[in-house]
T-cell receptor
Framework: GDSVTQMEGPVTLSEEAFLTINCTYT??????LFWYVQYPGEGLQLLLK?????DKGSNKGFEATYRKETTSFHLEKGSVQVSDSAVYFC???????????FGAGTRLFVKA | DTAVSQTPKYLVTQMGNDKSIKCEQN?????MYWYKQDSKKFLKIMFS???????INETVPNRFSPKSPDKAHLNLHINSLELGDSAVYFC???????????FGPGTRLTVL
């Protein structure tokens, strides 16, 4: 079945550092890909998404590109802030299906 | 105006009890979900309803029973609670099955 693998955390960075959180997937066909973010004590919220190969999703300085050839959707941000500290989830929606499959989440700590 | 709300926010109960968690969304969405998040932040889909019809029913003990009285509500009833049921339970909704999901704030269930 379809699956999502993302890098294990926690990831600890200093403010203004460059962030990459790796995400790879296994899927049949062309799934839609998502990054969700969960701030402490809250539910998940959509950060960005891409629905077809080579699409780039972007929001709040974060971006990720749907790479069909490497089955990846890595999350990047050029300069992180303390307020970016959260858990980040990569997810895919099965092509032609109902289910969204989430990765295990990567916790990010940003130090001032 | 809270888009997806859950009650209660915290639930502490004894093993063997029966409890319910309620979820309501005011987004006009057709699809609603229940997820379980464990202490390591792993998110597992439990159920999903689309227009009050069950469309996702993952391998979950029979003690868990969802109920959707209308498109705006999806409740979760748990019988004979066990220690392993302790987790944070999230309700979510989406416009259609598999679309971007909007999560509630979560219900932290502790079984003693």
């Amino acid at each position: 079945g379809d699956s999502v693998t993302q890098m294990e955390g926690p990831v600890t960075l200093s403010e203004e550092a460059f962030l990459t959180i790796n995400c790879t997937y296994t899927a049949t066909g062309y799934p839609s890909l998502f990054w969700y973010v969960q701030y402490p004590g809250e539910g998940l919220q959509l950060l960005l998404k891409a629905t077809k190969a080579d699409d780039k999703g972007s929001n709040k300085g974060f971006e990720a590109t749907y790479r069909k050839e490497t089955t990846s959707f890595h999350l990047e941000k050029g300069s992180v802030q303390v307020s970016d500290s959260a858990v980040y989830f990569c997810a895919l929606k099965e092509a032609g299906g109902f289910k969204t499959i989430f990765g295990a989440g990567t916790r990010l700590f940003v130090k001032a | 105006d809270t888009a997806v709300s859950q009650t209660p926010k915290y639930l502490v109960t004894q093993m063997g009890n029966d409890k319910s968690i309620k979820c309501e969304q005011n987004l006009g969405h057709d699809t609603m979900y229940w997820y379980k998040q464990d202490s390591k932040k792993f998110l597992k889909i439990m159920f999903s309803y689309n227009n009050k019809e069950l469309i996702i029913n993952e391998t979950v003990p029979n003690r868990f029973s969802p109920k959707s009285p209308d498109k705006a509500h999806l409740n979760l009833h748990i019988n004979s609670l066990e220690l392993g049921d302790s987790a944070v339970y999230f309700c979510a909704s989406s416009r259609g099955a598999g679309d971007t999901q909007y999560f509630g704030p979560g219900t932290r269930l502790t079984v003693l």
